[in-house]
């Protein structure tokens, strides 16, 4: 099955430091990836599409400034977030799914990689 | 915008049966997602409905009515392993991204 690979599990800055997450795409293309991000005890929110080759596509109220998305491949996406303070401290998980095979592709089911846990000091 | 909502919290006893419902309001419909969440795991897919009606895969079960706007999970034969988040998720037809509801914490007890 489609596998996602997130690169680092876990991370410690300090606050204005700048930190870059990997998100890797390990058997399969994925023109689209997705970033979330997850505070304890809620669910997941959409930060923004990452699209290959192109800008980011952020939702609102996300500072594209400072979540700064490069999917310069079909297998990787990045996320860094930049000038970092305590309160970006997150889960942060990206997703993706293959390319849709034809019509009627069915599901095309997002799998989700392991996340990177930020905590900012 | 859409609105996905969930209870918050569920308990039930090991064995027992158990329904998690979600209702949403979206625009552009595109298939709704069930995904569980261990804590400080990834969200791993559980069941897909795109079509009115029921999907059973082994002790799971998803429903979705899209005139209600409304889908559920139902587990059954719980166990232990089952403690855990469910999260429910609608796809936008327009930008195949996923939007997840508020989630339900599922604790089940001997």
């Known amino acids: 099955g489609a596998v996602v690979s997130q690169h680092p599990s876990w991370v410690i800055c300090k606050s204005g430091t700048s930190v870059k997450i990997e998100c890797r795409s390990l058997?399969?293309?994925?023109?689209?990836m997705f970033w979330y991000r997850q505070f304890p005890k809620q669910s997941l929110m959409l930060m923004a599409t990452?699209?290959?080759?192109?800008?980011?596509?952020?939702e609102q109220g996300v500072e594209k400034d400072k979540f700064l998305i490069n999917h310069a491949s079909l297998t990787l996406s990045t996320l860094t977030v930049t000038s970092a303070h305590p309160e970006d401290s997150s889960f942060y998980i990206c997703?993706?799914?293959?390319?849709?095979?034809?019509?009627?592709?069915?599901?095309?089911?997002?799998?989700f990689g392991a996340g990177s846990r930020l905590t900012v000091l | 915008g859409q609105n996905i909502d969930q209870p918050t919290e569920m308990t039930a006893t090991e064995g027992a049966i158990v329904q998690i419902n979600c209702t949403y309001q979206?625009?552009?419909?595109?298939?709704l997602f069930w995904y569980q969440q261990h804590a400080g795991e990834a969200p791993t897919f559980l069941s897909y409905?795109?079509?009115?009606g029921l999907e059973e895969k082994g002790r799971f079960s998803s429903f979705l009515s899209r005139s209600k706007g409304y889908s559920y999970l139902l587990l059954k034969e719980l166990q232990m392993k089952d403690s855990a988040s469910y999260l429910c998720a609608v796809r936008r037809m327009l930008f195949q991204k996923l939007v997840f509801g508020t989630g339900t914490r599922l604790l089940v007890s001997p």
């Open positions: 997703s993706a799914s293959p390319l849709p095979r034809g019509r009627g592709a069915g599901a095309n089911v997002l799998t």
């Open positions: 058997d399969f293309q994925a023109t689209t």
């Open positions: 979206t625009s552009g419909f595109n298939g």
């Open positions: 409905n795109v079509l009115d």
């Open positions: 990452s699209n290959e080759g192109s800008k980011a596509t952020y």
